[in-house]
Protein backbone atom coordinates (compact mmCIF):
# COMPACT_ATOMS: atom_id res chain seq x y z
CA UNK A 1 0.00 0.00 0.00
CA UNK A 2 2.95 2.38 1.06
CA UNK A 3 4.10 1.24 -2.24
CA UNK A 4 0.81 2.35 -4.61
CA UNK A 5 0.63 5.71 -2.18
CA UNK A 6 3.70 7.12 -4.17
CA UNK A 7 2.19 6.86 -7.79
CA UNK A 8 -0.33 9.77 -7.86
CA UNK A 9 3.03 11.64 -7.14
CA UNK A 10 4.96 9.99 -9.67
CA UNK A 11 2.42 10.83 -12.27
CA UNK A 12 1.97 13.98 -11.54
CA UNK A 13 5.61 14.51 -12.02
CA UNK A 14 5.72 13.04 -15.28
CA UNK A 15 2.73 14.72 -16.63
CA UNK A 16 4.47 18.24 -15.17
CA UNK A 17 7.27 16.69 -17.90
CA UNK A 18 5.54 15.91 -20.79
CA UNK A 19 3.90 19.49 -20.44
CA UNK A 20 7.17 21.09 -20.26
CA UNK A 21 8.60 19.09 -23.32
CA UNK A 22 10.82 17.38 -21.44
CA UNK A 23 9.97 14.26 -22.55
CA UNK A 24 13.19 12.46 -22.29
CA UNK A 25 12.85 13.64 -18.43
CA UNK A 26 9.63 11.71 -18.15
CA UNK A 27 11.07 8.73 -19.27
CA UNK A 28 13.94 8.89 -16.93
CA UNK A 29 11.16 8.99 -14.12
CA UNK A 30 9.37 6.52 -15.59
CA UNK A 31 12.53 4.39 -15.53
CA UNK A 32 13.14 4.85 -12.23
CA UNK A 33 9.66 3.99 -11.55
CA UNK A 34 10.14 0.57 -12.91
CA UNK A 35 13.79 -0.05 -11.21
CA UNK A 36 11.95 0.95 -7.51
CA UNK A 37 8.72 -0.95 -8.00
CA UNK A 38 8.28 -3.15 -11.20
CA UNK A 39 6.14 -2.94 -14.59
CA UNK A 40 2.62 -2.69 -12.87
CA UNK A 41 3.88 0.51 -11.29
CA UNK A 42 4.50 2.01 -14.22
CA UNK A 43 1.27 1.07 -16.48
CA UNK A 44 -0.17 2.32 -12.88
CA UNK A 45 0.99 5.36 -12.87
CA UNK A 46 0.47 5.78 -16.82
CA UNK A 47 -3.23 4.48 -16.11
CA UNK A 48 -3.14 7.96 -13.95
CA UNK A 49 -1.92 10.06 -15.98
CA UNK A 50 -4.78 12.09 -17.93
CA UNK A 51 -5.45 10.58 -21.52
CA UNK A 52 -4.16 13.83 -23.33
CA UNK A 53 -1.24 14.19 -21.54
CA UNK A 54 0.03 10.42 -22.26
CA UNK A 55 -1.04 11.23 -26.21
CA UNK A 56 1.85 13.97 -25.80
CA UNK A 57 4.07 11.71 -24.43
CA UNK A 58 3.50 8.72 -26.59
CA UNK A 59 3.58 10.95 -29.40
CA UNK A 60 7.31 12.28 -28.96
CA UNK A 61 8.41 8.40 -29.32
CA UNK A 62 6.97 7.51 -32.48
CA UNK A 63 9.30 6.26 -35.36
CA UNK A 64 10.69 3.60 -33.92
CA UNK A 65 12.45 5.08 -30.80
CA UNK A 66 11.62 2.96 -27.79
CA UNK A 67 9.81 3.91 -24.90
CA UNK A 68 8.53 2.68 -21.64
CA UNK A 69 5.13 4.05 -21.87
CA UNK A 70 4.74 2.48 -25.25
CA UNK A 71 5.37 -0.77 -23.99
CA UNK A 72 3.73 -0.61 -20.63
CA UNK A 73 0.61 1.12 -20.94
CA UNK A 74 -2.55 -0.57 -20.63
CA UNK A 75 -4.79 -1.13 -23.70
CA UNK A 76 -7.62 1.19 -22.28
CA UNK A 77 -5.39 4.07 -21.18
CA UNK A 78 -3.96 4.17 -24.59
CA UNK A 79 -7.45 3.93 -26.19
CA UNK A 80 -8.66 6.83 -24.42
CA UNK A 81 -4.70 8.82 -25.50
CA UNK A 82 -5.52 7.78 -29.03
CA UNK A 83 -8.67 10.01 -28.91
CA UNK A 84 -6.25 13.16 -28.26
CA UNK A 85 -3.60 12.16 -30.84
CA UNK A 86 -5.44 14.61 -33.85
CA UNK A 87 -5.68 17.44 -31.45
CA UNK A 88 -2.79 19.41 -32.31
CA UNK A 89 -4.20 19.59 -36.00
CA UNK A 90 -5.71 22.32 -37.74
CA UNK A 91 -8.38 21.99 -41.18
CA UNK A 92 -5.37 23.53 -43.42
CA UNK A 93 -2.54 20.62 -42.16
CA UNK A 94 -4.91 18.45 -42.91
CA UNK A 95 -5.98 19.31 -46.34
CA UNK A 96 -2.37 20.18 -47.13
CA UNK A 97 -0.76 17.64 -45.85
CA UNK A 98 -2.91 14.81 -45.60
CA UNK A 99 -0.42 11.67 -46.49
CA UNK A 100 2.51 13.28 -44.04
CA UNK A 101 0.05 13.59 -41.05
CA UNK A 102 -1.44 9.70 -41.68
CA UNK A 103 1.99 8.74 -41.76
CA UNK A 104 2.80 9.99 -38.37
CA UNK A 105 -0.27 7.99 -37.68
CA UNK A 106 0.55 4.90 -38.44
CA UNK A 107 4.28 5.32 -36.94
CA UNK A 108 2.20 6.14 -33.56
CA UNK A 109 -0.49 3.31 -33.93
CA UNK A 110 2.35 0.94 -35.22
CA UNK A 111 4.94 1.47 -32.96
CA UNK A 112 2.44 0.84 -30.34
CA UNK A 113 0.90 -2.62 -31.12
CA UNK A 114 4.59 -4.31 -32.62
CA UNK A 115 6.60 -2.67 -29.49
CA UNK A 116 6.22 -6.62 -28.68
CA UNK A 117 5.47 -9.77 -29.79
CA UNK A 118 2.82 -10.63 -26.95
CA UNK A 119 -0.04 -11.49 -29.63
CA UNK A 120 -2.30 -11.09 -25.85
CA UNK A 121 -1.58 -7.64 -25.42
CA UNK A 122 -1.50 -6.62 -28.91
CA UNK A 123 -5.14 -8.14 -28.94
CA UNK A 124 -6.16 -6.31 -26.12
CA UNK A 125 -4.57 -3.03 -27.60
CA UNK A 126 -6.59 -3.46 -31.17
CA UNK A 127 -9.67 -4.39 -29.13
CA UNK A 128 -9.85 -1.60 -26.79
CA UNK A 129 -8.89 1.03 -29.61
CA UNK A 130 -11.74 -0.08 -32.46
CA UNK A 131 -14.18 -0.49 -29.51
CA UNK A 132 -14.14 3.79 -29.47
CA UNK A 133 -15.46 5.96 -32.82
CA UNK A 134 -11.77 7.44 -32.64
CA UNK A 135 -9.91 4.57 -33.19
CA UNK A 136 -11.86 3.26 -35.56
CA UNK A 137 -11.87 6.24 -37.38
CA UNK A 138 -7.75 6.52 -37.09
CA UNK A 139 -7.68 2.96 -38.14
CA UNK A 140 -9.76 3.74 -41.25
CA UNK A 141 -7.64 6.39 -42.51
CA UNK A 142 -4.37 4.48 -42.32
CA UNK A 143 -6.01 1.57 -44.07
CA UNK A 144 -7.21 4.23 -46.81
CA UNK A 145 -3.39 4.83 -47.71
CA UNK A 146 -3.55 1.69 -49.70
CA UNK A 147 -7.04 1.24 -50.46
CA UNK A 148 -5.79 -1.23 -53.79
CA UNK A 149 -4.42 -3.75 -51.14
CA UNK A 150 -7.00 -2.92 -48.80
CA UNK A 151 -9.66 -3.94 -51.25
CA UNK A 152 -7.62 -7.18 -52.54
CA UNK A 153 -7.10 -8.38 -48.83
CA UNK A 154 -10.60 -7.32 -47.31
CA UNK A 155 -12.01 -9.93 -50.74
CA UNK A 156 -9.06 -12.40 -49.80
CA UNK A 157 -10.59 -12.40 -45.83
CA UNK A 158 -14.15 -12.72 -47.00
CA UNK A 159 -13.50 -15.93 -49.72
CA UNK A 160 -11.32 -18.02 -47.64
CA UNK A 161 -10.96 -16.59 -43.99
CA UNK A 162 -8.79 -13.84 -41.96
CA UNK A 163 -6.37 -16.91 -40.47
CA UNK A 164 -5.83 -18.15 -44.49
CA UNK A 165 -5.78 -14.93 -46.02
CA UNK A 166 -2.91 -12.72 -46.25
CA UNK A 167 -1.67 -13.78 -49.94
CA UNK A 168 -1.67 -9.97 -51.71
CA UNK A 169 0.80 -8.33 -54.87
CA UNK A 170 1.66 -5.82 -52.61
CA UNK A 171 4.26 -5.77 -50.05
CA UNK A 172 2.56 -2.17 -48.55
CA UNK A 173 3.14 -2.19 -44.80
CA UNK A 174 -0.13 -1.58 -44.45
CA UNK A 175 -1.17 -4.91 -44.73
CA UNK A 176 0.52 -6.55 -41.33
CA UNK A 177 -1.36 -3.84 -39.56
CA UNK A 178 -4.59 -5.03 -41.23
CA UNK A 179 -4.14 -8.67 -40.93
CA UNK A 180 -3.29 -8.00 -37.27
CA UNK A 181 -6.95 -6.21 -36.94
CA UNK A 182 -8.79 -9.18 -39.07
CA UNK A 183 -7.36 -11.88 -36.97
CA UNK A 184 -7.65 -10.78 -33.63
CA UNK A 185 -10.84 -9.13 -33.64
CA UNK A 186 -12.84 -9.72 -36.81
CA UNK A 187 -15.82 -7.75 -35.40
CA UNK A 188 -13.52 -4.59 -35.18
CA UNK A 189 -12.15 -5.57 -38.87
CA UNK A 190 -15.82 -5.24 -40.07
CA UNK A 191 -16.50 -1.94 -38.15
CA UNK A 192 -12.87 -0.26 -39.59
CA UNK A 193 -14.24 -1.46 -43.00
CA UNK A 194 -17.34 0.27 -42.92
CA UNK A 195 -15.74 3.44 -41.82
CA UNK A 196 -13.82 3.01 -44.87
CA UNK A 197 -16.28 2.54 -47.18
CA UNK A 198 -19.66 3.76 -45.82
CA UNK A 199 -22.00 3.09 -48.44
CA UNK A 200 -21.15 -0.72 -49.01
CA UNK A 201 -23.71 -3.08 -48.88
CA UNK A 202 -22.83 -6.87 -48.03
CA UNK A 203 -23.88 -8.98 -50.46
CA UNK A 204 -25.31 -6.46 -52.72
CA UNK A 205 -22.34 -4.57 -53.97
CA UNK A 206 -18.86 -5.78 -53.55
CA UNK A 207 -15.30 -4.28 -52.77
CA UNK A 208 -13.61 -3.59 -56.53
CA UNK A 209 -10.93 -1.48 -57.73
CA UNK A 210 -12.98 1.72 -59.34
CA UNK A 211 -11.83 1.66 -63.03
CA UNK A 212 -10.39 4.64 -64.60
CA UNK A 213 -12.74 6.80 -66.35
CA UNK A 214 -11.41 5.94 -70.06
CA UNK A 215 -12.30 2.46 -68.80
CA UNK A 216 -15.65 2.71 -68.12
CA UNK A 217 -17.63 1.84 -71.67
CA UNK A 218 -20.25 3.79 -71.63
CA UNK A 219 -19.45 6.54 -68.93
CA UNK A 220 -22.73 5.56 -66.93
CA UNK A 221 -20.92 5.72 -63.43
CA UNK A 222 -20.19 3.11 -61.01
CA UNK A 223 -23.66 2.78 -59.38
CA UNK A 224 -23.68 0.70 -56.69
CA UNK A 225 -21.22 -1.71 -58.37
CA UNK A 226 -18.37 -0.46 -56.56
CA UNK A 227 -18.06 0.92 -52.84
CA UNK A 228 -16.46 4.73 -52.62
CA UNK A 229 -13.96 4.97 -50.14
CA UNK A 230 -14.06 7.72 -47.86
CA UNK A 231 -10.52 9.97 -48.72
CA UNK A 232 -7.50 10.12 -46.12
CA UNK A 233 -8.45 13.84 -45.89
CA UNK A 234 -12.00 12.89 -45.02
CA UNK A 235 -11.03 10.41 -42.42
CA UNK A 236 -8.53 12.93 -40.61
CA UNK A 237 -10.96 15.44 -40.78
CA UNK A 238 -13.51 13.16 -38.87
CA UNK A 239 -11.01 12.00 -36.67
CA UNK A 240 -10.05 15.68 -35.76
CA UNK A 241 -13.90 16.68 -35.28
CA UNK A 242 -13.76 13.51 -32.37
CA UNK A 243 -11.23 15.16 -30.21
CA UNK A 244 -13.27 15.36 -27.17
CA UNK A 245 -13.24 18.26 -24.62
CA UNK A 246 -12.93 15.91 -22.10
CA UNK A 247 -12.39 12.43 -21.70
CA UNK A 248 -15.05 9.99 -23.09
CA UNK A 249 -15.46 6.43 -22.60
CA UNK A 250 -18.44 5.82 -25.29
CA UNK A 251 -17.95 2.63 -27.24
CA UNK A 252 -19.11 2.24 -30.44
CA UNK A 253 -22.23 -0.35 -30.63
CA UNK A 254 -21.37 -4.02 -31.72
CA UNK A 255 -22.70 -4.76 -34.86
CA UNK A 256 -24.05 -8.43 -33.85
CA UNK A 257 -22.68 -10.15 -36.45
CA UNK A 258 -20.05 -11.04 -39.45
CA UNK A 259 -20.68 -8.22 -42.39
CA UNK A 260 -19.63 -11.07 -44.50
CA UNK A 261 -22.53 -13.72 -43.62
Known sequence: MSEKANYPA???QVSELVL???TDHAEEALNETIEQYGDLA???VLEAMRPEIASMHLSAFDGGKLSLATLLISPKAWAESLAFFAAAWNVEQIEDEPE???ESLFAHIHGVLFASDELDRRAALIHEALSTDWGTTAFAALLSTAIDEIIELANDIQARGAQVAGQTSSDHDIIPLALAIARTDPDAWDRVLFELFPDWQPGENELHVQPDEEDEPYGYGYGYEYATPRSTQ???IRLRKQVPGKVSTRLRPSM???IFA
Open 20 to 22: SGA
Open 234 to 236: ELL
Open 42 to 44: VAE
Open 10 to 12: ISR
Open 100 to 102: MLA
Open 256 to 258: GED
